[in-house]
């Protein structure tokens, strides 16, 4: 990294943090109060005429002498990296797409946030593609898309490990990471596409089908919990939106006891019956039932969530 020392001649890649900010072309950071001081970064400037590589120059504040890389942890290298190549990537006309291969280890969450509203800002530009094993960043940059001014078209997709193969793709999130809508019609193709089993009376076959459909439900119906209650507080965010804590009162005494009775079906579903009641498998018109109770449960509180602001 270190380079000879001109003047910046080129805008700092800020990644939209307090302790990453534009000044003067440098892109500082750092803890405050620390010992060391913050760190600055600065891209030099080749004196020659001749087109050379990039070359970027980081060192601390307070004491400019000190080894950078004795002192920086894991995720402040990361930082710096990313921070020079969007500073790059700023002073080029070039509009290609850019992949970024889990771009947030080792980083705490305030900087996770920070990269993902970077890169959701970078989508406006480009098209950006993001390769990452940890859902609480795929929520971060959902987040961040969904509150950016001009939302980019976001598309998920999944890439799954088989017993000996890797590489299965899907055109949708891993299952904790999808809404209740995208999940019930999902059950409902898995419905059209099985329900054979039970038109042709392999009994065997159809039964795993309600154990899969019911037990995926049940789980729908505490995703579906979460984004009730997710306009204040989500799983895996740092955040408490207390400016919609009244979204809150839209639900009812009746709501809670629709969900817990739906829950309820569900989970009576997948439990076992003693063998001398010899009870036949639900019919798929049952399932069909509960998905639709499901998504209207889910849909019916959105709406009136959405409805509900503060005077």
């Not at 797409?97 to 970077?118: G, T």
Request: charged share 25%; hydrophobic share 40%; proline share 5%.
């Amino acid at each position: 990294m270190a380079a000879r020392r001109t003047t910046p001649t080129c805008v700092a890649g800020d990644l939209g943090a307090d302790r990453h900010r534009r000044s003067s072309g440098y892109l500082q950071g750092g803890q405050p109060g620390s010992s060391t001081g913050a760190w600055a970064l600065e891209r030099a400037q080749p004196r020659s005429g001749r087109s050379l590589p990039p070359r970027f120059k980081v060192a601390l504040t307070r004491k400019p002498n000190a080894t950078v890389r004795q002192v920086l942890s894991e995720g402040e290298h990361r930082c710096v990296a990313l921070a020079a190549f969007m500073a790059e990537l700023a002073t080029t006309d070039n509009k290609s797409s850019i992949v970024f291969d889990n771009p947030v280890s080792s980083l705490d969450h305030m900087h996770r946030e920070a990269v993902a509203k970077r890169l959701v800002a970078e989508a406006a530009h480009r098209q950006v593609i993001v390769f990452t094993h940890e859902l609480a960043f795929l929520f971060e940059l959902n987040r961040a898309a969904d509150s950016a001014q001009s939302r980019p078209q976001l598309a998920i997709s999944s890439v799954a490990r088989g017993t000996d193969k890797a590489g299965f793709a899907r055109s949708e999130p891993p299952f904790k990471a999808r809404r209740v809508r995208d999940i019930a019609a999902s059950l409902t193709n898995q419905l059209a596409n099985e329900r054979y089993h039970f038109e042709q009376g392999n009994e065997d076959e159809w039964r795993k089908t309600v154990k899969s459909i019911s037990g995926t439900l049940r789980d729908t119906w505490e995703i579906a919990v979460e984004e009730v209650v997710g306009h204040v507080i989500r799983r895996l965010s740092n955040e408490v939106k207390t400016r919609d804590l009244v979204k809150l009162t839209a639900i009812t005494v009746a709501d809670c006891r629709a969900m817990r009775d739906g829950f309820g079906r569900c989970s009576q579903l997948l439990h076992s019956a003693a063998a001398v009641l010899n009870r036949p498998p639900p019919r798929p018109e049952a399932l069909v039932a509960e998905i639709d109770a499901l998504s209207a449960w889910a849909d019916d509180l959105r709406q009136r969530q959405s409805a509900v602001t503060l005077p």
